[in-house]
């Protein structure tokens, strides 16, 4: 489950009313666990998007939503250290919206490709509102190689795969937020919202190296930091000038843009880890093929936990609302 | 899955963008299949439900509508001899419905305790249109012993479990259907409409006696079957004067209004299975602390498959269009 920030106070009112797995993990991280069988672990996430609310049909083409419903989901079974394996997928769509229908799956189909997932069920429904999608999807992890919001420890850093704030920069520029025009830079951005890169190889080569706590940065790195600090009963402290924000939103956008689309903007599908120092180079080596690691902060002891702070040029630096609201 | 007959052509023409799986069963049966590890086999399926297409919040209270938006999936592992054990619960909801929508997951929660289901997870976003629910529901089973769509041979008989027609007749008391009033029979047939059961253990029963092909009748007897004999490549024939419709809504709508909600309506949730005679007695006993089991009809060979037809006092009887079209 990846959860937008208003939905927790919802959820949490829900979480009492089930009971609870007698195994594995349940609501509140980036997806469910449990085990099958004894030596495997079963990884489960469900994401849904509303047309209006989370995509625009006038913004994206069809293929590129199935792409992404997909990547939701896949980002956080690799959030988890876990490999994709099945996915169901459900579409609720207007009589004369077929065609589109076709082309989601298009995009659904290319990212099962690309990802090794095989679909093997759903369902199609009509409806009078706006298209309406499901993905629910399933993978596997090793269970002693579990990425938990709850693993991360004082004296760790934090670190980020790839760059910051490239799909906010892209939703900004759909947004017709003013910007140096650059035809390139404005396609490279594009593409960051429209078709991300879940991190599928980088989730279980960390895990595997013995990290222990990740979560993907769907909701932008303050949120996220702060799931982070929380469930782990820690304090996390970001070094803002560390942090790498995607190169062409600082040329477009500005620096100081460029950081708030960044921590305080959403879907990069990034990876957001604690890890002891001593894993780094190991661990940057391991995903070099699929992409960067950069630490940008460290993981100190709290009494109360969950505070996450920030620096830059050594001063304290104001985190905005963390939190991603679609456009 | 649940298809609705409208949903088949769609399917039919997205299957082909999708790579197979490499084991199990893909699209196409109640629900998909594979097997994590060797002996064992993950059964998934999924369901979405849009208001104003599948339910109104006039009609229903919402905790009914969270019983049924499992046993919707529900029936589906059961249909497939399977055992639920998980499912993750997506609902799309206006900002003002955080109220109902806590109800809605008490009706959710109600059915999983009664079924021995952890709900583990969800996601929980906003729309400006219709309340929609999506379930998935992810069972075990025994390899050997999964009830297919494809698994009927001539000779076998046809068989019911439970009653037809009473959740329809629930349906058409709700829509203002002019009948007899009887406030008891009312009750019982709202109730079937509302908060049916489905028939998780006489699922799994039958198929340990030996049953290999079944389905749920959520879209009404006349459909089902011919899913049976089109998957099976066989031919049925049903003895209307056999099919047990609901009492209540003979009683209140009369013999043939009650035929046409039992053989072309829905939502019944019961099991249509093909079996061999041999096994019948064995298999009514199985199941008699849940339900009933009748025998409707018979498969026979047909070189062409497919064709499903009736007969009553031994004269043929016409079978209405089937398939469900919800209010």
Redesign the interface.
Same mark, same amino acid.
């Given at each position: =489950?990846?959860? +937008?920030t208003? #939905?927790f106070a919802?959820?949490n !009112? *829900?979480a009492w *009313?089930? @009971?609870?797995?007698?195994h594995? /993990?349940?609501?509140g991280d980036d997806?469910?666990t449990?085990s099958?069988?004894p030596? &495997?672990v079963?990884v489960?996430?469900?994401? =849904?998007?509303?047309e +209006? /609310?989370?995509f625009r049909l006038d913004w994206t083409t069809p293929e590129d939503l199935g792409w992404k419903a997909m990547a939701v989901n896949l980002s956080d079974i690799a959030a988890m250290g876990a490999r994709p !394996?099945?996915a169901? $997928?459900?579409?609720?769509l207007k009589p004369d919206q077929?065609g589109i $229908?076709?082309e989601i799956?298009?995009g659904?189909?290319a990212h099962? !490709?690309a990802s090794g997932t095989? $679909?093997?069920?759903? @369902?199609? $429904? !009509? &409806? @009078? +509102?706006?298209l &309406?999608i499901?993905v629910?999807l399933?993978g #596997?992890a090793d269970p002693a190689l579990i990425l938990r919001r709850d693993g991360a420890r004082p004296g760790d850093v934090l670190a980020i795969t790839g760059t910051a704030g490239g799909s906010a920069a892209g939703l900004a520029l759909l947004s017709g937020e003013p910007t140096d025009s650059d035809p390139d830079r404005s396609r490279r951005l594009l593409a960051m919202h429209h078709r991300p890169s879940p991190r599928l190889h980088a989730g279980p080569a960390l895990a595997s190296l013995g990290a222990r706590c990740g979560i993907d940065i769907s909701d932008g790195i303050a949120s996220e930091a702060g799931h982070l600090a929380r469930s782990s009963n820690v304090a996390i402290v970001i070094d803002v000038d560390a942090v790498p924000f995607h190169p062409d939103a600082v040329a477009m956008f500005g620096l100081e843009r460029a950081r708030t689309l960044g921590l305080n903007g959403g879907e990069d599908y990034e990876l957001l880890v604690a890890l002891p120092l001593s894993l780094v180079d190991r661990a940057r080596d391991a995903i070099a093929s699929e992409t960067t690691l950069t630490v940008i902060g460290r993981v100190v002891q709290d009494q109360h936990g969950g505070l996450v702070t920030a620096t830059s040029g050594g001063l304290p630096f104001t985190l905005g609302a963390g939190g991603y609201v679609a456009f």
């Open positions: =489950m990846t959860a +937008g208003d #939905e919802l959820i !009112r *829900l *009313l089930l @009971d609870p797995p007698t594995g /993990i349940g609501i997806a469910a449990w099958p069988t030596g &495997t079963t489960a996430t469900t994401d =849904m998007l509303v +209006g /609310i989370h !394996r099945h169901l $997928v459900s579409i609720a077929a $229908v076709i799956y298009k659904i189909a099962a !490709r095989f $679909v093997v069920g759903g @369902d199609t $429904v !009509r &409806t @009078d +509102g706006p &309406t499901n629910t399933l #596997e």
